[in-house]
C-alpha cells in the first residue's frame, strides 16, 4: 500500500491505474479485484478512473466469478465512451440502466447466454421491451439452443413471420402450435423451399422427430409436381422414399417414383412388395422398373454418363478375322458420309510372307466396306499389288483408295523409289484406276457433295518443273484440277484437314510449311505459327468451318480463327506436353466440339473447349499454370499396337480408333456424350427434347446391348411421364407447365 501510494504521488494516477488495468496473459483474476489496492483506495466511487470502470466490466462479462461484480454495483458506473458499443450496452444493461436505444442484436446474443448472470436480465428487458426484431433474432439462436428453445416455448416468443414461425415451431417440437398455425402444411413447405442444403437436413430431422406431417407436400411442394420432385437432392429424395415407404403409402410413393433418376427408380419399385399401380399404361411401367436389374441398370447408367474418368465410354470391335481370314492388319479408315458404313484397307496374308519380297504382281493389300449395322463385309477388294495407304468412303458403297509411298513396297530394290502412288475408284462396278498425271500423290480425303473428294499431288508442266495442285473428284472418278496453287514452288502438299463444308483444305510439305486453300478460288493462305521460322509440326490438325486447331511438337495448341485470311500467330495454349501430345484432333459437327484422341498413353477421348474467336477473353496463365481446355475426358479402350489410325465420321457423331497393323477396330458412339449431359438427372427434369436424343440413341447400331436396355427402360418412363402433354408445332421449346400437363405451342420454339 505504502508503495502504491507512493507511486499514485510520483507517477500519477493515470499512470498507475493504466498499468494495473492491463489484462494478465492468463486472463481475469479474481485477485487483483479482491486486493486492497481496489478495495481501499478506490472506494469513493467518484474517484475510480474510467480505465478502471472499463477493464472491470470487461473482465465481468467476460468471467462472472472475478469478484469484480460487487466492486461493480458499488461504483454504480457504466462503462464509459471509449469502451466497445457491446460492453457500453451490457453494462447498462447490467444496471437496469432504461436510458439509450436498445441495440436488437445485442440483446438477443446476451438473452441466449445461460451461463452468466446477463442473460437473465437480457431474457427480462426481451420479455418487457417485446421488440420484433429482437424477438426474431433470439428465436433464430434458439433454434440452436434447448435451453432458448424452452424459454420461448413457456413465454410464447416465435417468430413474427409465418412461414419462419411454422419452421421455428417444428424445429423447436412444439406440435400443437404448429398444428394450430399450419393445419395444411403450405407454411412449412414454403420455408423448407427456402432453406439452405443444411438447415433442410436438419429441418428433415425435426419433421421425423415431430410425426405426422405430410413429407411429400413439404418436401416437393403443394402440388408435388413432376419437376418438384426432380428438383429434391439425393438425400432428400432417400428422405421421401424411406418415409413413404415406412408408412406403406405405395400411391404416393409411386407417384414419386416416376420423376426420380432412373437407377433410384428402379431401386424404389423393389421395395412396393405385392402392390401394383391401378392403371394400365402404370402397370407397364411399374413392371418394367421391377423386372430390371438395378446392378446392371445402375452400372450402365453410370457408364452412359462418363463418371467417372476411369469408366469405359460403350464401344463395339470390329475383327478383322471374323470378316475374313485373308486380313492381316489396318493401314486406313474411312466413314460413309452418313456414318451407316466403315470404309477400311490393309495388307493380307501372303504365301510367302515372312520368305523375303513378295514376288510383282501378287496381291498383298486390301480394301473393303464394313455394314455397321450388320457388323459385316458388303464390299472386299483384295486383289491391289501395293500396299494402301489411304481410303476414303464416299457414299452409296463407293470408296477411292491411294497407294501408299515408295517406302511402303515390298519389292521395292533399295534407294529404288520409281513407284508413283496411284489411286483407284471402287465401287459397284468394280475396280478402276483414276488418272491424276501426277508425278507424286501426297494427299487423298473426302469432301462435303456427292460422292466428293480432293487430291493433292505434284504435276510437271511443259518445262519439267513440279507444281503443287490440288484436284476435285466426283462420281466415277473424274477429277478436276483446281489449278496450281500460286506461290508455293517446291511444296509437296499432304493434306492434314479439311473443314466440313468442302471448301478449305488444310496442308503441310515435308518441310512443315502450312497453308490454307480455298478449293474453290485456288487462293491460297501461308500460316504464321508465330515462331519466326518455317519449321514446325503440323499434324495433328483440324479444321472447323472458322477456326484452324493443330499440336505443336512441345504440346502447344496453336489455333488461327479464320485461316484463310489471318496473318497474325496463332493462339498458343500448353494443353500438353510434348511427351503428352495427342494422336489426332478433329472437329465434331454433331458436338460443336474439337476432340483430341491419345491412343498411346492411357487411351481417352478429350473435349476441348476452344475460344470461339480471337477476341473471346481467356484467362492469361501464369508461367507454371496449364489453362485447363479440357471440358471432357472420356477412357477408351485399350487397342495395343503401333501407328494409331484415328477417324472421325462426317457428322462428328461416330469415332474409330485402330492401330497400324492390329486386327480390331473400335467404333464409339458420340451421340452419347449429349444423353450422358442429362441420362443420370431426374427423369421429372427431362423434356420432349432428352426424349428425342434418347430415341435416336436407342436406334444407334452400334450402341452395345446393355445400353440399349437401359434406354429402352429410361425411353418407356418418359413416354410415359409425358403421355399427356400435347406439343404442337416443329421445335417447341420449354414447357409451359400447367397443372399436370405441359402444353407446347408454336414452330421455332415460340410458346
Known amino acids: 500500500m505504502r508503495a502504491v501510494t507512493g507511486a499514485l504521488d510520483s507517477l500519477g494516477p493515470e499512470t498507475v491505474w493504466r498499468t494495473w488495468a492491463e489484462p494478465p496473459t492468463s486472463g481475469p483474476s479474481r485477485r487483483r479485484w479482491e486486493s486492497p489496492l481496489v478495495t481501499e483506495l478506490l472506494a469513493d466511487a467518484a474517484q475510480v478512473p474510467d480505465l478502471l470502470v472499463d477493464a472491470a466490466w470487461r473482465d465481468w462479462l467476460a468471467e462472472p466469478g472475478t469478484g469484480v461484480w460487487w466492486l461493480l454495483a458499488r461504483w454504480n458506473r457504466a462503462a464509459t465512451t471509449t469502451e466497445s458499443g457491446r460492453v457500453r450496452f451490457l453494462s447498462r444493461l447490467a444496471l437496469s440502466e432504461d436510458g439509450g436505444a436498445v441495440d436488437a442484436r445485442l440483446l438477443a446474443d446476451a438473452a441466449v447466454r445461460f451461463d452468466h448472470p446477463i442473460g437473465e436480465r437480457a431474457r427480462a428487458r426481451l420479455l418487457v421491451l417485446n421488440d420484433p426484431e429482437a424477438v426474431d433474432l433470439y428465436c433464430a439462436a434458439a433454434l440452436e439452443s434447448p435451453q432458448a428453445a424452452a424459454f420461448c416455448a413457456g413465454h410464447h416468443l416465435a417468430p413474427g413471420d409465418e412461414v419462419r414461425r411454422a419452421v421455428f415451431f417444428v424445429r423447436t417440437g412444439q406440435q400443437e402450435q404448429y398444428r394450430a398455425l399450419d393445419p395444411d402444411g403450405t407454411l412449412l413447405a414454403l420455408g423448407y423451399r427456402s432453406a439452405s442444403t443444411e438447415e433442410r437436413a436438419v429441418l428433415r430431422t425435426a419433421i421425423t422427430a415431430l410425426g405426422d406431417i405430410d413429407t411429400l407436400q413439404v418436401l416437393a411442394g403443394q402440388r408435388s409436381r413432376h419437376e418438384d420432385v426432380a428438383s429434391l437432392d439425393r438425400q432428400e429424395r432417400a428422405y421421401l422414399i424411406q418415409q413413404l415407404t415406412e408408412r406403406g403409402d405405395w400411391d404416393r410413393l409411386w407417384r414419386v417414383a416416376l420423376p426420380l433418376p432412373l437407377t433410384e427408380a428402379v431401386g424404389t419399385v423393389g421395395a412396393f412388395g405385392a402392390w401394383r399401380p391401378a392403371g394400365e399404361d402404370d402397370r407397364r411401367v411399374f413392371d418394367a422398373l421391377r423386372a430390371a436389374d438395378p446392378q446392371t ?50 495388307p493380307v496374308h501372303v504365301g510367302t510372307e515372312g520368305d523375303g519380297h513378295v514376288p510383282s504382281g501378287e496381291p498383298v493389300a486390301w480394301a473393303g466396306i464394313v455394314d455397321l449395322g450388320s457388323g459385316t463385309l458388303s464390299r472386299l477388294h483384295c486383289d491391289f499389288t501395293y500396299p494402301l495407304g489411304s481410303v476414303v468412303h464416299l457414299g452409296s458403297d463407293t470408296m477411292v483408295v491411294a497407294e501408299a509411298d515408295a517406302y511402303a513396297d515390298p519389292n521395292a530394290v533399295e534407294n529404288d523409289y520409281s513407284h508413283l502412288a ?23 480425303e473426302r469432301v462435303a457433295g456427292d460422292r466428293a473428294f480432293v487430291v493433292s499431288a505434284l504435276v510437271e508442266d511443259a518445262d519439267a518443273f513440279e507444281h503443287p495442285v490440288l484436284f476435285t473428284g466426283g462420281p466415277g472418278g473424274s477429277l478436276v484440277p483446281s489449278g496450281p496453287l500460286e506461290g508455293l514452288d517446291d511444296f509437296e502438299p499432304l493434306i492434314v484437314a479439311v473443314d466440313p463444308g468442302g471448301r478449305l483444305v488444310a496442308m503441310v510439305d515435308v518441310l512443315y510449311e502450312a497453308v490454307v486453300a480455298d478449293l474453290r478460288t485456288c487462293g491460297v493462305n501461308r500460316l504464321d505459327d508465330g515462331s519466326g521460322t518455317e519449321d514446325y509440326a503440323m499434324e495433328p490438325a483440324a479444321l472447323s468451318p472458322s477456326t484452324l486447331v493443330n499440336c505443336s511438337a512441345s504440346g502447344d495448341l496453336n489455333v488461327w480463327h479464320e485461316p484463310l485470311t489471318s496473318t497474325e500467330p496463332p493462339m498458343a495454349f500448353r494443353a500438353w506436353s510434348a511427351a503428352t501430345r495427342p494422336s489426332a484432333l478433329a472437329w465434331s459437327p454433331a458436338l460443336n466440339r474439337f476432340l483430341a484422341v491419345d491412343v498411346v498413353q492411357g487411351p481417352h477421348l ?12 481467356v484467362t492469361e496463365p501464369a508461367p507454371d499454370f496449364v489453362p485447363d481446355l479440357v471440358a471432357e475426358r472420356i477412357a477408351l479402350a485399350e487397342n495395343a499396337g503401333p501407328a494409331p489410325i484415328v477417324r472421325l465420321s462426317p457428322r462428328g457423331d461416330l469415332l474409330a480408333v485402330g492401330k497400324g497393323g492390329h486386327q480390331t477396330v473400335d467404333l464409339y458412339d458420340l451421340t452419347g456424350l449429349v444423353v450422358r449431359s442429362f441420362v443420370t438427372r431426374p427423369m421429372g427434369a427431362m423434356t420432349h427434347h432428352d426424349l428425342a436424343h434418347v430415341v435416336e440413341m436407342q436406334q444407334r447400331p452400334l450402341l452395345d446391348a446393355v445400353s440399349r436396355t437401359a434406354l429402352t427402360l429410361l425411353r418407356a418412363c418418359l413416354e410415359h411421364r409425358l403421355r399427356h402433354d400435347v406439343a404442337i408445332g416443329t421445335a417447341a421449346g420449354a414447357a409451359v407447365v400447367a397443372g399436370d400437363f405441359e402444353i407446347e405451342l408454336g414452330e421455332d420454339g415460340e410458346e
Open 297 to 346: 441398370g445402375d452400372g450402365r447408367v453410370y457408364a452412359l454418363s462418363g463418371a467417372p474418368v476411369s469408366s469405359l465410354a460403350p464401344h463395339t470391335r470390329i475383327r478383322l478375322d471374323e470378316l475374313d481370314q485373308r486380313l492381316r492388319g489396318i493401314a486406313a479408315l474411312g466413314f460413309a458420309p452418313d456414318g451407316t458404313q466403315l470404309a477400311l484397307a490393309g
Open 422 to 444: 496411284k489411286i483407284y475408284y471402287v465401287d459397284p462396278a468394280g475396280v478402276r484406276p483414276v488418272d491424276t498425271g501426277a508425278e507424286e500423290v501426297f494427299g487423298l
Open 606 to 617: 478429350e473435349i476441348l473447349e476452344v475460344p470461339p474467336t480471337r477476341d473471346a477473353t
